[in-house]
C-alpha cells in the first residue's frame, strides 16, 4: 500500500510538472494549438498520394544536391583530362566537365548519387504535372484554393527551370547543344533579343559565365523560391480544408480521414522511404545521362538524335513544327518559327494556367466555396478541355523526337512531320468533343443505376420462358457520390440600364450555356442560377 502511495504520488507530481510547463510554453509558443493540429484528418485515397510524391522527390533532391555539390567545380576554364576514364584521356575540355567525370568514375558512390539525382528531378516535374492534373479534373481549385493553384503553376514553372538549369551544368556536348538553342530562344525576342542574350550569358556563346551563373541558379535562388513556396503551399493545405471525394459522411463542412499523429504520419513516412527506394533502384539499375558517352562540349559539334529531358521536350516538339517563318521589319528580321514556339507559346501555356480558376468562375458564376471533389464525368465540358489540353501536350512531346521515330519505322520525316501539324490542330477539337461525350454517356448510364440496381451478369430464365438479369442494390459511397452531383444552371445574360446586354455579358452567358449543356441529365444537388452581376463578390 505504501509503495502504490508513493508511485501516485509520483505520478501526479510528474502530470503536476508536465502541466506547468506546457502552459509556461504555451504562454511563448502556440503548444496546445500545435497539439490540435496533430488530430487534423486527411481523407485517404490514392490520388490524394501524387502531391506527397513530388514533395519526397523534393526531399531527395535536396539531400543529393548538396552532396554533389562537395565535389562540382562550376568553371569553364580549359584544361586536360587525365582521369578515369581512359577514352576521354588527353582530350580539352572545361573544369565543369572534367569535374562531372571526377565525380561519376573517381568518387566512391558518385555515379549512383548522380544518377539518383537525375532521376529524382524526372519524378519531380512528373508528379507536380500529374498532381495538378488530379486538381485540375476534380476542381481542387475553386475556391478558397486560387491561390494554392497559382503557387503550384509556379512551381511547375521554376521546377522546369531548375531541370533545366541542373542539366546544363555538366557543359557535355548534349547539355550545351540545349544551351545553343536556349540562346537562339533568346535572340529571337524582336529588337532587345541580343541585349538579353548578352546579359544573360555574360557576352557571346559559349563564353565564361554561363555554368557559373547556371550553377548559382541551380543551387541558391531556384531552390529558395521552391522551399519557400512549397512551405507556403503546405501551409495553405492545413489552413483550408483539404478536399475529399463525396461519399458516406462527407460533406462541405466536415473532413473523414486519418488524424495527422500518428496514423497519417506512419503512413506518409512509409511513401518517403518507398519513394527513396525507388528513385534509388533506379539510380542503380537504369542508366540516365551518360555524359562520358556525349563528350565535352564543342561548338562547331552536335550529336545525332540528341533529345532533351522529357520535360522540355514539348518545346523542342513545337520548335520542329512551325514552318520557317520570318520577317523583315525596319532592317530587323523577326523570326517567328522560334519566337512563336519557344517564347509566344509557353507564355500562353502558363497564363491559361494561371487564368483558369478566375475564368470558370467567371463563366459560371460560382464564387461559393468547395471541399467536395468534382467527379470528372460531372464536369463534362472541364474533362473535355482538360483532355485536349493533354493530347496537345501529348503531339508536341512526340514530334520532340521526329527524326528517332523516323530513323526507327523508316518513314519519310516530312510526312512524318506534316502528320504531327495536321494532329495538332485535329486531335485536341477532337479530344474535347469525344470526351464530353463519353462523359455525358458515363451520366446518363449511371442515372438509372440507383433505381434499377447493378449488374450482375446472371442471367436467369422465367416459368414463362423469358431471361431477366439478376441486379444488386446500389452501395451507399455510390449513392452518395452521385446524390452530391452538383448540376449548375445556366447564367442569364446581365443587361445594362438600357435595357441591351452587353458585349461583355453576352459573350458570359454563351460560354456559360456551353458549360452547363446537359447539366441537367442524372441524379444531383441543382445549384442555385446566379443572378446578374453575381460574379462580382461571394455568395453566402
Known amino acids: ?96 566537365y572534367r569535374s562531372t567525370l571526377h565525380i561519376s568514375f573517381d568518387v566512391r558512390g558518385g555515379l549512383l548519387i548522380r544518377q539518383l ?50 542539366y546544363s551544368l555538366p557543359d557535355d556536348l548534349l547539355s550545351g547543344t540545349g544551351l545553343r538553342i536556349a540562346q537562339g530562344v533568346m535572340l529571337s525576342v524582336p529588337v532587345v533579343g541580343t541585349y538579353v542574350g548578352f546579359l544573360v550569358l555574360g557576352g557571346q556563346f559559349p563564353g565564361h559565365e554561363v555554368i557559373p551563373r547556371l550553377y548559382s541558379l541551380h543551387v541558391l535562388l531556384v531552390p529558395g523560391l521552391l522551399l519557400a513556396l512549397v512551405t507556403a503551399h503546405l501551409i495553405l493545405v492545413f489552413h483550408l480544408k483539404h478536399t475529399q471525394w463525396a461519399g458516406r459522411g462527407r460533406t462541405e463542412a466536415d ?133 485536349a489540353g493533354l493530347s496537345f501536350y501529348a503531339v508536341l512531346l512526340a514530334a520532340g523526337g521526329n527524326d528517332i521515330l523516323a530513323h526507327t519505322f523508316k518513314v519519310s520525316l516530312n510526312a512524318l512531320t506534316w502528320t504531327f501539324r495536321v494532329c495538332l490542330v485535329l486531335l485536341p477539337p477532337l479530344s474535347l468533343m469525344v470526351t464530353k461525350r463519353l462523359c455525358l454517356a458515363l451520366r446518363e448510364a449511371e442515372a438509372e443505376r440507383p433505381a434499377k440496381g447493378e449488374e450482375t451478369g446472371e442471367v436467369r430464365q422465367t416459368v414463362s420462358g423469358g431471361y431477366t438479369e439478376r441486379r444488386v442494390p446500389v452501395d451507399e459511397e455510390t449513392r452518395c457520390a452521385v446524390r452530391a452531383r452538383r448540376v449548375p444552371r445556366p447564367l442569364t445574360s446581365p443587361e445594362d440600364a438600357d435595357g441591351e446586354a452587353s458585349r461583355a455579358g453576352r459573350l458570359r452567358a454563351t460560354l456559360n450555356s456551353w458549360y452547363s449543356q446537359d447539366g441537367g441529365q442524372g441524379p444531383g444537388v441543382q445549384e442555385r442560377a446566379p443572378e446578374p452581376g453575381a460574379g462580382r463578390g461571394p455568395q453566402r
Not at 539525382?117 to 475556391?143: D, E, S
Not at 486560387?146 to 503550384?152: D, K, L, R
Request: aromatic share 12%.
Open 1 to 96: 500500500m505504501l509503495m502504490r502511495r508513493r508511485r501516485a504520488r509520483a505520478a501526479a507530481g510528474l502530470r503536476d510538472a508536465a502541466e506547468r510547463t506546457t502552459d509556461h510554453l504555451d504562454g511563448r509558443a502556440p503548444v496546445y494549438e500545435a497539439g490540435r493540429l496533430l488530430r487534423k484528418a486527411f481523407p485517404e485515397h490514392w490520388s490524394f498520394l501524387l502531391g506527397e510524391i513530388a514533395l519526397y522527390s523534393f526531399v531527395v533532391l535536396l539531400v543529393t544536391g548538396v552532396w554533389l555539390t562537395l565535389f562540382f567545380r562550376p568553371d569553364m576554364t580549359e584544361v586536360v583530362y587525365h582521369g578515369a576514364y581512359t577514352p576521354l584521356d588527353g582530350v580539352r575540355m572545361s573544369a565543369a
Open 117 to 166: 539525382h537525375h532521376w529524382a528531378a524526372l519524378v519531380f516535374v512528373a508528379a507536380i504535372g500529374v498532381h495538378m492534373l488530379r486538381v485540375f479534373f476534380t476542381g481542387a481549385f475553386r475556391r478558397p484554393r486560387e491561390i494554392n493553384w497559382m503557387i503550384g503553376v509556379t512551381l511547375l514553372l521554376l521546377a522546369l527551370a531548375e531541370g533545366f538549369a541542373g
Open 255 to 387: 473532413v473523414v480521414g486519418k488524424p495527422l499523429y500518428p496514423q497519417f504520419a506512419a503512413s506518409s513516412l512509409g511513401l518517403l522511404c518507398t519513394v527513396s527506394g525507388v528513385l534509388t533502384l533506379l539510380a542503380g539499375v537504369a542508366q540516365v545521362n551518360p555524359i562520358w558517352k556525349y563528350g565535352p562540349y564543342r561548338p562547331d559539334v552536335v550529336s545525332s538524335g540528341s533529345q532533351p529531358d522529357w520535360y522540355v521536350g514539348f518545346l523542342e516538339g513545337s520548335l520542329r513544327l512551325v514552318p520557317p517563318w520570318e520577317t523583315s521589319v525596319a532592317g530587323h528580321t523577326v523570326m517567328w518559327n522560334v519566337f512563336l514556339p519557344a517564347v509566344v507559346l509557353p507564355l500562353a501555356l502558363f497564363g491559361v494556367l494561371y487564368a483558369y480558376p478566375f475564368f470558370e468562375a467567371w463563366v459560371t458564376g460560382d464564387r461559393q466555396e468547395h471541399h467536395l471533389a468534382d467527379r470528372p464525368r460531372d464536369r463534362p465540358v472541364r474533362t473535355g478541355l482538360g483532355v
